[in-house]
T-cell receptor, first 114, second 113 residues
Framework: NAGVTQTPKFRILKIGQSMTLQCTQDMNHNYMYWYRQDPGMGLKLIYYSVGAGITDKGEVPNGYNVSRSTTEDFPLRLELAAPSQTSVYFC?????????????FGPGTRLTVL | GEDVEQSLFLSVREGDSSVINCTYT??????LYWYKQEPGAGLQLLTY?????DMKQDQRLTVLLNKKDKHLSLRIADTQTGDSAIYFC?????????????FGQGTTLQVKP
């Protein structure tokens, strides 16, 4: 299994541009999450999904959108990039068969908005 | 709201024990986790403890939970240079059944040879 894969690894955007961060998992996990990690800070939840067709907001959803048309894919869309969205973005998935289920993280996408 | 706090930096010598501390505010926290992040990588679960436990040991790792003080610690015995990483404390609590985690800021562990 490849686990959780994210593309691209790095990206530089200009203010106002749009992009989609891709996330795919091959573990048949129902639950998927998007986090952002700012320097010196913990991870903040942007959006999450408990299954195909179901998404919900996390702590910091403003400026982002998500969709979940399949179990495997959970793309994150930035519509009008702003410097405040410069961050490292992590996607994670979980089987959620119990409270202590681990979340499996992808390697991250480092995004800079100039 | 829920909050998780950690000290930002710890430096130890190879072979020493490391103790990384974490405090949390949500008294209904059900599970508390320790994740490790190596440079340029995603987070990897190290261990977790259920809120009705005081201690959990897993090879070189010992987790201590003081529910009264809402304090969690991770002890790494015989710390190696390969343990150099950022360590995150995280918690999850009911009634959410979504597995949402609240993370601390992370503690950077530097292990000197």
């Amino acid at each position: 299994n490849a686990g959780v894969t994210q593309t691209p690894k790095f990206r530089i955007l200009k203010i106002g541009q749009s992009m989609t961060l891709q996330c795919t998992q091959d573990m048949n996990h129902n639950y998927m999450y998007w986090y952002r990690q700012d320097p010196g800070m913990g991870l903040k939840l942007i959006y999450y999904s408990v299954g195909a067709g179901i998404t919900d907001k996390g702590e910091v959803p403003n400026g982002y959108n998500v969709s979940r048309s399949t179990t495997e894919d959970f793309p994150l869309r930035l519509e009008l990039a702003a410097p405040s969205q410069t961050s490292v973005y992590f996607c994670a998935s979980s089987p959620r068969t119990g409270w202590a289920d681990t979340q499996y993280f992808g390697p991250g996408t480092r995004l800079t908005v100039l | 709201g829920e909050d998780v706090e950690q000290s930002l930096f710890l430096s130890v010598r190879e072979g020493d024990s490391s103790v990384i501390n974490c405090t949390y505010t949500d008294s209904s926290s059900t599970y508390l986790y320790w994740y490790k992040q190596e440079p340029g990588a995603g987070l990897q679960l190290l261990t977790y403890i259920f809120s009705n436990m005081d201690m959990k040991q897993d090879q070189r790792l010992t987790v201590l939970l003081n529910k009264k003080d809402k304090h969690l610690s991770l002890r790494i015995a015989d710390t190696q240079t390969g343990d150099s990483a950022i360590y995150f404390c995280a918690e999850t609590s009911p009634p959410s059944n979504t597995g949402k985690l609240i993370f601390g800021q992370g503690t950077t562990l530097q292990v000197k040879p």
